[in-house]
């Protein structure tokens, strides 16, 4: 099943840290649900994509690759091919990333156009819901991107002051295990301050994660508007066949 889809996003940070962002693959990785990232060497990602529906899951491995990156026009260009662990269904697309500047240049939207194509029970939902699934799946991504974003800028995000704490920290523990303390030692007194001698925290995946992609919770009712009527059609061409059965084997 081919098709192609457009999707945007906003993140909260200019163009130049946002093209920084989101080419920064192992960090972002984890606020994509169901991917896991295993190898990456600054041109080509390989790594998993579990899908689940309801109680089947799904996983894909393969490979995606950056064809273009355009820091002027700041352009992405990606080719992503995958195929089931445990099965014969494969998945491959194209995806297109623009960003341009947004709210004076403070913020900045990340325009994709996709074309993909899936074969496997996946394509069986159809194009409509799989329309649906990938909306769904670039917002939580953009939700938990501009998580991701905040909380580096918060207090687990870089901070001169922090920084220099904690070397001032580290240069008193280093001249407390030495001796190279007093009045003619080169060294501070290690004596710690206060926000020194607590750990800063460090900014973590989104909590909003999940380790796989469960196509019932994105679009349970679209995907039970569709599965339902086939179902009862299912059934009714059955009822009817042994109708029919029935009927000649008493003739």
Not at 77 to 82: D, N
Not at 136 to 155: C, M, S, Y
Not at 204 to 233: F, T
Request: net charge neutral.
């Amino acid at each position: 099943m081919a098709m192609e889809m457009d999707h945007s996003f906003t993140v909260p940070v200019p163009p130049d840290r946002a093209w920084d962002v989101l080419l920064d693959v192992e960090k972002i990785a984890p606020c994509m649900p169901g991917a896991t990232v295993d190898e990456f060497d600054g041109e080509v990602v390989t790594g998993r994509i579990k899908v689940k529906v309801g109680p089947v899951s799904l996983t894909y491995r393969g490979t995606a690759k950056f064809t273009e990156r355009d820091p002027d026009a700041r352009v992405i260009l990606l080719e992503a091919s995958g195929k089931e662990t445990r099965g014969a269904g494969t998945a491959s697309a194209t995806v297109r990333a623009t960003l341009e500047p947004e709210s004076g240049g403070e913020a900045t939207k990340a325009s994709m156009h996709t074309t993909m194509n899936v074969t496997g029970r996946p394509a069986q939902f159809g194009r409509g819901v799989m329309a649906e699934v990938g909306g769904k799946l670039v917002e939580q991504f953009a939700q938990n991107l501009r998580q991701l974003i905040a909380d580096e800028a918060g207090p687990g995000g870089s901070n001169p002051a922090a920084t220099g704490d904690a070397a001032s920290a580290g240069q008193a523990t280093a001249a407390a295990e030495t001796g190279e303390t007093g009045p003619g030692s080169t060294q501070p007194s290690p004596v710690l301050p206060a926000a020194a001698a607590t750990p800063t925290p460090t900014a973590q995946p989104p909590a909003a994660s999940a380790d796989s992609i469960n196509l019932i919770k994105l679009v349970g009712p679209s995907l039970l508007k569709r599965v339902i009527p086939a179902a009862v059609a299912a059934a009714g061409l059955a009822l009817l066949g042994r109708w029919l059965f029935r009927r000649n084997a008493k003739g």
